[in-house]
């Protein structure tokens, strides 16, 4: 297939729309974290934990939404066990977050393998259909693209904005942003800093264990060893690229989703001359470069990364 | 609750802290093998039987415990520095990468100069590779903890590729290893019939190395230096680039030589299963370890013992091993939680 081809075939929209899905919730997830002073490196296991308890919520005969609730209380818990040693004990939160991978991870592995002990093949599921938006879906291409896609991505699309307001237009968000910047402030306006950090870590951490969840329950139908393979790590990167804002974090899942897309389509036709793993190694390459491409205009949030201890400066 | 920094700390309490954390560790991962529906007491006793119950078992928690000394030196020496190295298994690829390059007929020497020969390749690999984002972290703050880990990532799939393009052995009936390593270069077996290899003893003289570098050279105090304080260490005339560069290549050359402890020890040849991890338990063995160089060895046998142990249980009793991760995961929150009590003081107001 030609590149050409690639690009005005529906397909490849759709894909992309699709594939941004996990990356807009996770990247979303961190955003909130970091907006609040904390980096969540847990990030890749609550999105494991978050596929693994919502495909197994549905396979035990749960319910597809419920499923994404039980992903987004399960994200919360561990939000609160980071921010139990990142904010209260205040130490260091990158080993906490590499802790927090390691640990939801195992235990996602540890509870999938005792569940189902004697599966070889992995079992299956009934995901998310796709839902086409009545009116909206009859539209040439965008129809097809946008608007027939599964509800969670509408959940992702419509979270954007919300979460954009949230931050910038709500006296809860300029908190939020402001315990990022400059905790002392917030404490001298008699608000906690430690609670308000924790729940913003909790939310982050739920929307990073729905995006999880969106990869077993509606892009594919099964949970396996391994399966978010980097993308928790990709949302960090696109944090940064998209310089703590919801809109471009929208704008860097999508660029990064449009990758992969690509990249599967390329591999089947150009695998002949360059071999595939080079196009699997793009998405992280390609991190790795937006993130010197945005070094020069990265304004972290002042307080990223600085415990606070009352009466410590 | 709040935390007051202690004046004084008493010599027991940073014993007593990180082995209470595991205690503590041993107990939480009890209500999971309970809820595994298996009995507690026998479960940890088939792991310690695993572990340690024979020569055999003893013989494979040190060959394992060899590959996690170097990855957990690793760690231990940029974690030191403050320098968050989180990509100790990309690293370890490079070594084995650089060491099948040079280690399967490209170079031939006696057996006295191919094994060091081998080490200095894997640990330049793994340094250079980490030389990377830290320049990027010096020039353009580029946070190395995400370049690190995506690098992992890189470095796998490069390795792949090899594996399944150039350099897939046509002896290895279609199986994705490369050629094995020359016989010169290969680690000698240390006890007859068991796996256990002198790689052990290397990353042991490694550690002790490492320990004496921190200790007591310049470069070390330096490294020291810009951990606990990077302005202090600054105004103190400390070269802080030069500084973190160097810890780079020291903390990529030890996690380089993991993998050419375990090519060169354990398999012969490169394979994409070489390292279950290593890279990342390494952190834990770090941390255990308090960032104690000579620590590392202790407690990368013990996290070894963990996993060697948690396999025989699994095999005994139906438990699955990734109960071992999660006893690794657990230990690690709970240690690093206990080192913060051992520098303040909980008051309950």
């Not at chain 1, 990158?94 to 540890?110: D, E, N, P, Q, R």
């Not at chain 1, 310089?243 to 089947?268: C, D, M």
């Not at chain 2, 041993?26 to 009995?39: D, E, H, Q, T």
């Not at chain 2, 290895?172 to 390593?181: E, H, S």
Request: hydrophobic share 55%; charged share 10%; glycine share 10%.
């Amino acid at each position: 297939m030609d590149i050409l081809e690639i690009f005005v075939s529906l397909g490849f929209w759709a894909a992309l729309v699709r594939m941004a899905t996990p990356l807009i919730f996770g990247t979303l997830g961190e955003l909130i974290c970091e907006r609040a002073g904390v980096l969540n490196l847990g990030i890749e296991g609550i999105m494991t934990m978050g596929a693994m308890v919502a495909w197994m919520w549905v396979y035990q005969g749960g319910d597809l939404w419920t499923a994404v609730l039980v992903a987004a209380v399960f994200g919360a818990l561990f939000g609160l066990l980071h921010s139990g040693f990142s904010v209260y004990l205040g130490v260091s939160q990158h080993v906490t977050g590499i802790g927090i991978t390691l640990l939801a991870s195992a235990l996602s592995y540890f509870a999938f393998r005792m569940l189902l002990p004697d599966v070889t093949t992995p079992p299956k599921i009934d995901p998310f259909k796709p839902y086409p938006i009545p009116g909206l879906s009859e539209l040439p291409f965008l129809g097809e693209v946008l608007f027939t896609q599964s509800p969670l991505t509408y959940l992702a699309f419509f979270l954007v904005p919300v979460v954009g307001y949230g931050l910038y237009r709500t006296p809860l968000g300029l908190a939020l942003r402001m315990v990022g910047e400059n905790p002392m402030a917030v404490e001298a306006q008699g608000i906690d800093v430690h609670r308000l950090r924790t729940a913003a870590v909790m939310l982050g951490s739920a929307f990073m264990a729905v995006g999880g969840a969106f990869l077993t329950i509606s892009v594919f139908d099964a949970f396996y060893i391994g399966m978010i393979n980097g993308r928790g790590w990709i949302c960090v990167a696109l944090v940064i690229f998209a310089s703590w804002r919801p809109g471009k974090a929208l704008l860097g899942a999508l660029l990064f989703a449009a990758f992969e897309a690509l990249q599967i389509r390329v591999q089947q036709s150009a695998s002949a001359f360059i071999p595939y793993q080079f196009f699997l190694m793009m998405p992280y390459v390609l991190s790795i470069l937006a993130m010197i491409v945005m070094s020069r205009r990265a304004a972290y949030p002042k307080a990223l990364l600085v415990p606070f201890r009352k009466g410590e400066r | 609750m709040r935390l007051e920094p202690r004046s004084h700390v008493p010599l027991w309490l940073n014993f007593a802290a990180p082995l209470s954390a595991i205690a503590l560790a041993f107990l939480l991962c009890a209500l999971l093998i309970a809820w595994a529906g298996a009995p507690v007491l026998a479960a940890y006793g088939a792991l310690l039987n695993g572990a340690f119950g024979s020569v055999f078992a003893l013989s494979e928690t040190l060959t394992r415990a060899a590959p996690l000394i170097f990855t957990g030196l690793a760690a231990a020496v940029a974690f030191r520095a403050k320098l968050w190295n989180i990509g100790g298994e990309g690293q370890l690829y490079a070594g084995a990468l650089a060491a099948t390059y040079v280690g399967t007929g490209l170079v031939e020497l006696p057996p006295f100069l191919m094994i060091p020969f081998l080490f200095l390749v894997g640990a330049l690999a793994g340094g250079l590779l980490l030389l990377l984002p830290v320049i990027l972290k010096l020039k353009l703050r580029v946070d190395e903890v995400v370049t690190t880990l995506l690098l992992n990532f890189v470095v796998l799939l490069f390795a792949n590729y090899l594996l399944f393009g150039p350099w897939k052995d046509p002896l290895a009936m279609g199986w994705p290893q490369a050629a094995p390593i020359i016989d010169e270069g290969v680690l000698s077996p240390l006890i007859a019939r068991t796996r256990l290899h002198s790689g052990l003893i290397w990353a042991v003289f490694f550690a002790v190395c490492a320990w004496a570098f921190i200790r007591y050279s310049k470069w070390g105090f330096e490294i020291r230096a810009v951990g606990n304080n990077p302005t202090a260490a600054g105004f103190a005339g400390i070269p802080l680039g030069a500084t973190v560069l160097r810890t780079a290549l020291l903390s990529g050359g030890l996690a380089g030589m993991a993998g050419v402890c375990e090519l060169a020890g354990l398999k012969g040849y490169l394979t994409l299963d070489l390292s279950p991890g290593f890279g990342y338990t390494g952190i834990a063995v770090a941390m255990l370890a308090g960032l104690h160089p000579l620590g590392v060895i202790a407690s990368a046998i013990f996290i070894a013992a963990i996993y060697n142990g948690a396999d025989a249980m699994s095999r005994a009793m139906s438990i699955s091993n990734y109960l071992a991760d999660v006893m690794t995961a657990t230990a690690l929150l709970l240690v690093l939680a206990s080192v913060l009590f051992v520098r303040y003081q909980p008051r309950l107001r």
